[in-house]
Structures are given as structure tokens and as C-alpha cells.
């Protein structure tokens, strides 16, 4: 009996008093400086212990329904981890990407994305892919002007992969087109050292496809609308007409819908590669 | 030359943290071991004793003073490889076997191989540990390891044998058997210095002892100068007479005290004649069951010695 | 000289039996194994925790191991007076404290040396059972770069374990020896911060005594090159030899005042 009402206790207990230990509880030490000083020469494994902390705070956090969900903690986090092992690689980059996501799927904080890439170009400045983060943070946020200035940086870091300074002209010139996108992400397909980061190049690339399919297929429509006076109704009719052989399927395999009061031409909802970004955000 | 010898040797010690004051352990120890003798160094508790055997084995300094072994100075490493040390109550190293214990020390000594196993092997035999010598020390009872302790104090055939209290921790069979090893030693011609507080034996073994109260010497020579053979009375034990008949036999002033099962203790004064009291008893037709002279025994006159030390201590 | 490898030996021969160093050994063991399961939550990193955590584990245990061996073997011997047998035999009392220090450095090596083995099996597992395609950016699971580490850990140890066996030759109580050995090798870690006390604290004077003391205690810091390693970064050879040749001298150091020490001291 006293068993129960012990499980009843903590039961009352975690429901009502969770949200205010969670925040303490996670970060046990606020200063970095100070975690760095407890913790010895034993700062690589605590870091180590932060990071999976961490982890496991943004994927909490980003499965989370609740409606006021917030990623705080995020920074502080990655802070201290990597105050802690000035080396953590990943912690600096994964850190980033999340840091400069967009709510709700990350912090939406551009700068301090940027700030955590800073701390790392200064305890490894031998490192080109931290100003390489940069750019593309502000590539995200459609500043190509920066973005290409800090491609640039990264290239002269001695050592740097040699796609960067085109990558740099790229955006410069044509500044959130289609290409520079089209660029990055066949860079990230190629080179990125994480799976999820591949499978979403992927899916980028065939949405970009998709776009070019579609200017293609809605040049036809219009080639067809000024023979025929209207939009073509259905793809058969553009079949018929000799435009096409088949009905045109996107890249990933789904048929590609016609709207037959304008002639445009739109990705299926049933395919994975709805919604087409625009042109500005990859 | 002297087997040992101190002059002067004295130590004190600084005890307290704040405002140490000075302990004496020992003051101006005088004394002197001819070879081949079995020397009883006695005491009661906190007298020196083992002050006096760590100051020769120079495990402490002396405060002042000084002592040699066989001619040469305390400390001197090379005498030592001609004596043996028995500590009072011994420990040695948990995680070794006795066999081990003693082939380490051999070596220390300097012996090898061949000769090496075999003095170890010999040494344990004679102390009489059989096959327990290959069990760790950890698992031995504390008489086994007094014997380890000798073991090792004779494993080099030494000249002279330190031995700090000996039969400490022994039963009956083990205190005979050290005082057979120890006359042996005597027979070989060691030197055996020993202290204790087991007066009787010190009196059946010694030839010279000396007596040690408060840090002083408070006197020293051969068993049978301090304690001259001299009877003072006669102790019988007496069954199957009556209380009134036992009072007869041993006449007004003696001492009479009745043990279990109809037997009585008598004790004569000096000045009564034994055999007028054994031909009352056959008088009275009981038994006599033992006759036994009383004599001034080394306790008594380390007691007495030690009274006075103390008196003189305090007044 | 003779004598001094012989006490090693035989300190050795007791010291390596003893059962308290294989709990504490194979509690290191233990700890490297399940560290296995940790690395599965750290999306790609599972082979830098697991390097991270056996290094931290030699690291702390080892360090458990120095100061029991140091200042809990030494006090127990003298305790229990076992010291009284040897110390009447031909054997100097330099002799039979240096021989001691070796004979502990000995069975902290062999102690050192089976932790270090089981990490490089765990690491081994790991890299073996590596599922093809997942993260192996970075230096390989049982990089012997590793070893550098290792290596410098057994310095460091070997240090602890001298200041340990200089408290204890004067020491009688063993808690206050293996307080005031891991006092120091904590107050060893901030090197950093004492050599730049001056950034942090104005008077002239707090800041002279803070780097006089950074010169004089051992600094322990320079042992931790457990990031670098882990990292793929290179230790050149030189800082290799200069932490070794610091650690060597301030043994001998600690040595000789022991010696000096335990020449002089009653046992009563």
C-alpha cells in the first residue's frame, strides 16, 4: 500500500511540477566557463554527454504537439558542448543547421547559427567548412550578397574543396536563382557526410527538376493554346497533338496534373514532391 | 668483544601537538651480552622493552647514547646480515605465501638458487610449518605467523637473534616448542637476546637477565646471583583427612586451604620441619598427594624490584 | 642496487595480487563495455564517445589505483609494521623506498596496461561491426595514436603515485596522504588558470604568488592530450619527450625528498 502511494506521488508529481525541472535539469551548470573547470580532464566525455543531451532535447523538442514549443535551450546547449570539446565538429555544424531552421522545425535564429560557426572558425581556423556553414545560413535567408562572401572566405582557407569559389560567382551573379540552388545541393548530394542530409538533396534536386519539367510542359500548353485557341484539356490531347508521347510523370514517378482553365501545370498532391518551393527558399 | 652492547642509550620522544613535552622511552641504557648467552630482557608493559630492540635494530634514533652488535655499530648494514630480528606481534605481506615471504628475504641476504630453497625449506621445517607454507600469509592464525616471524629471524643462521617477545600468541605446544629452538640456538652458540613477560620462562632459560621499569635499568645479572636457590617453606597437598587433622599437621602457623573434593592445601612456614609434618599425615592415615618447596621465584624479585623502581619514581 | 630490484620485485609480486586493484580494474572494464550502448544515442558519433569515455575511464580508475597504491599500501605496511622484518635485514632504507616506488609504478603499468587492452577490443568491436555507410569521418576506431594517450595518462600516474608515496613516508594517517594527493592532482588541472591569474584578479602580489605556484605544483594539465587524440589531431614527438622529461624530474624530486624523509623517520 505504502508501494502505491508512492507511485501515485511521483505520478502527481510529474505531471504538475515537469516543465520548470526540465529547464534546470538540462543544463545543471549555466556557465560554460565554470562546466569547463568541474569538469576536470574529464571535458570530452562530459561534452560528450551534453551532445547526446542535446540530441535528444531537439528531437523531444521538434516531435513535441505542444503549440508554445520553443528551442531555448538549443544554444546554451550547444554552447557548452562545445566550449567543452572545442573540436566537436558536429556539435558546431548540426548545431547550425537546427539553429537556423525555421520554426517550427528548428530555432529560426540565424545569428546565433552563426555565432556557434564563429566560436569554431576561431579554435580551428584550418577548418573551411565553417565559413562555408555561414554562407549558407545566409543563403537560407536569401542574403546572397554575404552568403557569396563568405563561399569566398571558405575557399582561400588552405585545403578548401575547389567548388567553392564558382559556388561564390554563382550566387553573386544569379542571386537565389534556380542554378545556385541547383549547385549547393548537388554539392550536398555528393558530399555530405550524413544520410538525412543526402536524402533531402535528393528531394531538393527532384523538385528542382520538377520546376525545369514544368516550364518545359507549360511552354507546350501554350505552343498548344495558340494552335488550338484553348489550353489542352487533358494530356491526351497534347498526345494527340504530337507534343507528347506520354503522360509526363515528374521525378518521382507521379503524373503531373494539368489545369485545364489556365494551361498550367502543377505537381500531383499525391506526390511526394508537393509543394514545389519557390524560387527564393531551396 | 661483546655480542651487544649499548652506553648511555637513551630516547625520548616530543609527545603532544601544541606544547610537546617530553616522554622518556629510555634513559641511559647501560648493557652488555657476551656471546653465546641467553640474555631475558624483562619488563612490565611500557618499560622500553621494545624501544630498546627497535633502537638496536634502528628502526628509531637514539636521542643520545650508543650501541654496537658483534664490535660494530648499530645500523651498520653489513652486521646485519650476521643477526636475525623477530618483531613483537608480526604481519608481513598478505598476498604472499610464507615460502615466498622467506625466499625474498634470502635473497636480501644474498643467498641463490640451490642453497636458497634449501634453507627456506629447512628453516620452515625446523620452525615447524609443513605444507601451510604455501597457503598466503593472509589465511594464517597468529601462531603461525610467530613461527613465519622466527622463520624468518633464523633464516641466515644468524650470530645473535633479536626476539621481541617470542611466545606471545603461542598455545602451550608452541611455547615449548620456541624454548627447545631456543636452547638449540644456545647449544649452536647463538646469541639469543630476548625480552618478555613470561618471567618462568625467562628463569628455566636465561643465563643473565636484566629488568627495565620506567625506562631505567633497574638491574641485571645471572638468574642465580638475583635470585639465590633458597628455601623458604614447603607447599604439600593433602587428601582424606579431616580439617582439624590438617590443621595438626601443619602446626600453628601454617597456611591452610581447602581445594575441591576433600583435598587441602598446606602451606609451611620457613621455620617448620617437612618431615615431622609428613609423619603426621601418616599419623592421621591420609594421602599426600604433592610436595613442592617455596622458593623466592625471578617474579617475585621482578616484582619487588618493580615496586621499588616505582615508588622511587613517583616519591 | 641489487637490493632496490629485489624490494621491486617483491613489492610488485604483493602489490599485483592484491584484490581491491581487480575490482577497481575490471569496474574500468565494465564501464568501457557499456559505453557501447551509449554510443548508440549520438547520431553518428558512437566512435568518439566510446574513445572519450575509455580514456576518462583509465584516466579516473587509474588515478583510484595510484592513490591506493601509493599512500594505502605504503600506510599499511607500516601500520601493520610488516615494515619492522624487512627493514632489519641488509637492505638501506633508500634502497628499500626506491625499490617500493618501483615496484608500484610496476603494478600500475600492469594495471594500466589490461584497461588499455580491453579499450582497444572495444574499439576493435566497433569498428568491425560498423554498419558500411555510416559516419566514419575522422581518425579510425583503434587509431594507435591512442596510445599517446595512454602513454601520457602512465606518466601522469606514475607522478600521482610518487606524491602519494612522499606524503605517506611521513604521513601515519593514510586518509590525510590520499586527501592531500588528490588535493594536488585537482589543483594540477587549473595551470591554465593560475598562469593567467592576472587576467582575473588586479593585485600584483595574488598574481606573482598564483604563478609561482603554477611553476612549482605539478601540472597536470599538460598530461590531458585525451581531446587531441580522440580529434585525429598530431602530438608532435617534442611535446611527447618535454611532458616525459617533466614528469621524470619531478619524480625524481619527489623521490629524493621521500628518501631524505623516510631515512630519518622513527617507526614507533
Not at chain 1, 498532391?269 to 509543394?275: A, F, G, R, T
Given at each position: 500500500m505504502l508501494a502505491g502511494t508512492v507511485v501515485w506521488l511521483q505520478m502527481y508529481r510529474e505531471r504538475h511540477f515537469r516543465a520548470a525541472e526540465a529547464a534546470q535539469q538540462i543544463l545543471y551548470v549555466q556557465s560554460p566557463a565554470v562546466m569547463k573547470r568541474l569538469a576536470l580532464s574529464f571535458d570530452a566525455v562530459v561534452a560528450d554527454l551534453y551532445w547526446i543531451r542535446t540530441i535528444q532535447y531537439y528531437g523531444g523538442t521538434r516531435l513535441s504537439?505542444?503549440?508554445?514549443?520553443?528551442?531555448?535551450?538549443l544554444y546554451p546547449m550547444l554552447d557548452l558542448t562545445t566550449t567543452l570539446d572545442p573540436r566537436f565538429s558536429i556539435a558546431y555544424r548540426f548545431g547550425a543547421f537546427f539553429l537556423s531552421e525555421r520554426a517550427p522545425g528548428g530555432a529560426g535564429r540565424p545569428d546565433l547559427a552563426i555565432a556557434l560557426l564563429k566560436k569554431a572558425m576561431a579554435t580551428s581556423?584550418?577548418?573551411?567548412e565553417y565559413p562555408y556553414d555561414i554562407g549558407f545560413v545566409y543563403y537560407r535567408y536569401a542574403q546572397y550578397e554575404q552568403a557569396a562572401d563568405w563561399f569566398r572566405r571558405a575557399a582561400k582557407?588552405?585545403?578548401?574543396?575547389?567548388w567553392l569559389e564558382p559556388l561564390a560567382a554563382v550566387t553573386l551573379a544569379?542571386?537565389?536563382?534556380l542554378e545556385a540552388s541547383r549547385v549547393l545541393w548537388q554539392n550536398l548530394l555528393a558530399n555530405g557526410d550524413q544520410q538525412w542530409l543526402r536524402r533531402t538533396a535528393e528531394h531538393r534536386l527532384q523538385q528542382l527538376d520538377a520546376i525545369d519539367e514544368i516550364q518545359r510542359l507549360q511552354s507546350l500548353t501554350a505552343a498548344y493554346e495558340a494552335r488550338h485557341g484553348a489550353p489542352p484539356p487533358t494530356w491526351e490531347h497534347l498526345i494527340a497533338d504530337g507534343a507528347?508521347?506520354?503522360?509526363p510523370r515528374d521525378p518521382a514517378g507521379q503524373p503531373y496534373v494539368l489545369?485545364?482553365?489556365?494551361?498550367l501545370v502543377t505537381v500531383s498532391?499525391?506526390?511526394?514532391?508537393?509543394?514545389l518551393p519557390t524560387e527564393r527558399a531551396p | 668483544m661483546d655480542a651487544i652492547r649499548t652506553e648511555g642509550l637513551t630516547k625520548h620522544y616530543s609527545v603532544g601537538f601544541w606544547r610537546p613535552r617530553p616522554y622518556v622511552a629510555l634513559e641511559g641504557l647501560d648493557l652488555e651480552v657476551a656471546p653465546g648467552e641467553i640474555f631475558g630482557f624483562l619488563g612490565p608493559n611500557g618499560a622500553g622493552k621494545t624501544t630498546t630492540l627497535k633502537l638496536l635494530m634502528q628502526l628509531i634514533f637514539p636521542t643520545s647514547g650508543r650501541a654496537e652488535i658483534l664490535g660494530r655499530p648499530v645500523g651498520?648494514?653489513?652486521v646485519r646480515r650476521r643477526i636475525g630480528y623477530l618483531p613483537e606481534n608480526p604481519f608481513f605481506?598478505?598476498?604472499?605465501?610464507a615460502e615466498e615471504l622467506l625466499a625474498y628475504f634470502a635473497r636480501l641476504f644474498g643467498f641463490h638458487g640451490q642453497e636458497r630453497a634449501t634453507r627456506v625449506s629447512r628453516i620452515l621445517d625446523e620452525v615447524g610449518?609443513?605444507?601451510?607454507?604455501?597457503?598466503?600469509?593472509?589465511?594464517?592464525s597468529k601462531g603461525m605467523l610467530q613461527r613465519v616471524g622466527l622463520a624468518q629471524a633464523l633464516l641466515n643462521d644468524p650470530e645473535v637473534v633479536f626476539l621481541d617477545?617470542?611466545?606471545?600468541?603461542?598455545?602451550p605446544l608452541g611455547r615449548r616448542d620456541v624454548r627447545d629452538l631456543i636452547l638449540r640456538l644456545r647449544d649452536r652458540g647463538t646469541t639469543v637476546f630476548f625480552s618478555s613477560h613470561i618471567l618462568s620462562d625467562a628463569e628455566t632459560l636465561c643465563s643473565r637477565v636484566a629488568i627495565v621499569a620506567h625506562g631505567k635499568l633497574v638491574t641485571a645479572g645471572s638468574v642465580a646471583e638475583l635470585v639465590?636457590?633458597?628455601?623458604r617453606g614447603w607447599d604439600l597437598i593433602v587428601s582424606n583427612l579431616t580439617i582439624a587433622q590438617v590443621h595438626d599437621v601443619g602446626g600453628p602457623d601454617a597456611v591452610v586451604r581447602e581445594i575441591a573434593d576433600g583435598r587441602h592445601h598446606v602451606i609451611l612456614p620457613e621455620a617448620a620441619s617437612l618431615d615431622s609434618a609428613l609423619s603426621r599425615v601418616t599419623t592421621h592415615r591420609g594421602q599426600l598427594l604433592s610436595v613442592n618447596p617455596v622458593r623466592d621465584t625471578l617474579e617475585d624479585y621482578f616484582l619487588a624490584r618493580v615496586r621499588q623502581a616505582e615508588r622511587r619514581e613517583v616519591g | 642496487m641489487r637490493s632496490t630490484l629485489l624490494v621491486a620485485i617483491h613489492v610488485f609480486r604483493d602489490s599485483v595480487r592484491d584484490k581491491v586493484l581487480y575490482s577497481i580494474v575490471a569496474f574500468a572494464i565494465i564501464l568501457m563495455a557499456s559505453s557501447f550502448l551509449m554510443g548508440q544515442l549520438t547520431a553518428g558519433q558512437d566512435v568518439k564517445i566510446i574513445k572519450d569515455l575509455g580514456l576518462a575511464a583509465m584516466s579516473l580508475f587509474g588515478l583510484f589505483i595510484a592513490i591506493f597504491i601509493g599512500v594505502g599500501l605504503v600506510s599499511r605496511e607500516i601500520e601493520r609494521r610488516s615494515i619492522y622484518a624487512v627493514l632489519a635485514k641488509p637492505v638501506l632504507r633508500h634502497e628499500f623506498i626506491v625499490g617500493k616506488y618501483l615496484g608500484l609504478v610496476g603494478t600500475l603499468f600492469v594495471n594500466l596496461a589490461v584497461m588499455a587492452i580491453a579499450y582497444y577490443g572495444v574499439l576493435e568491436y566497433m569498428a568491425l561491426t560498423l554498419p558500411a555507410?555510416?559516419?566514419?569521418?575522422?581518425?579510425?576506431?583503434?587509431?594507435?595514436?591512442l596510445l599517446l594517450a595512454v602513454g601520457l595518462i602512465g606518466a601522469e600516474l606514475a607522478l600521482v603515485t610518487a606524491i602519494a608515496l612522499f606524503w605517506s613516508s611521513f604521513s601515519s594517517s593514510a586518509l590525510l596522504s590520499a586527501a592531500f594527493t588528490a588535493g594536488l592532482w585537482v589543483a594540477g588541472q587549473f595551470g591554465a588558470d593560475l598562469r593567467n591569474f592576472d587576467q582575473v584578479v588586479a593585485s600584483p602580489v595574488a598574481v606573482w604568488l598564483a604563478r609561482g605556484l603554477y611553476y612549482v605544483l605539478?601540472?597536470?594539465?599538460?598530461?590531458?592530450i585525451k581531446a587531441q587524440v580522440v580529434h585525429g589531431a598530431t602530438v608532435s614527438g617534442d611535446y611527447m619527450a618535454a611532458t616525459l622529461a617533466y614528469a621524470m624530474a619531478y619524480i625524481a624530486m619527489l623521490i629524493v625528498a621521500a628518501v631524505l624523509v623516510f631515512s630519518r623517520r622513527d617507526f614507533k
Open positions: 504537439r505542444d503549440p508554445d514549443k520553443h528551442y531555448d535551450l581556423p584550418e577548418s573551411w582557407v588552405p585545403g578548401a574543396t575547389n544569379a542571386g537565389g536563382k507528347l508521347r506520354t503522360v489545369n485545364p482553365w489556365w494551361g498532391q499525391d506526390s511526394p514532391l508537393w509543394p | 651498520d648494514v653489513s605481506y598478505d598476498n604472499l605465501t610449518l609443513g605444507a601451510e607454507r604455501r597457503f598466503q600469509l593472509r589465511k594464517y617477545e617470542p611466545m606471545s600468541g603461542l598455545d639465590p636457590f633458597r628455601v | 555507410g555510416a559516419f566514419t569521418g575522422g581518425p579510425p576506431a583503434t587509431d594507435p595514436r605539478p601540472n597536470f594539465a599538460a598530461f590531458d
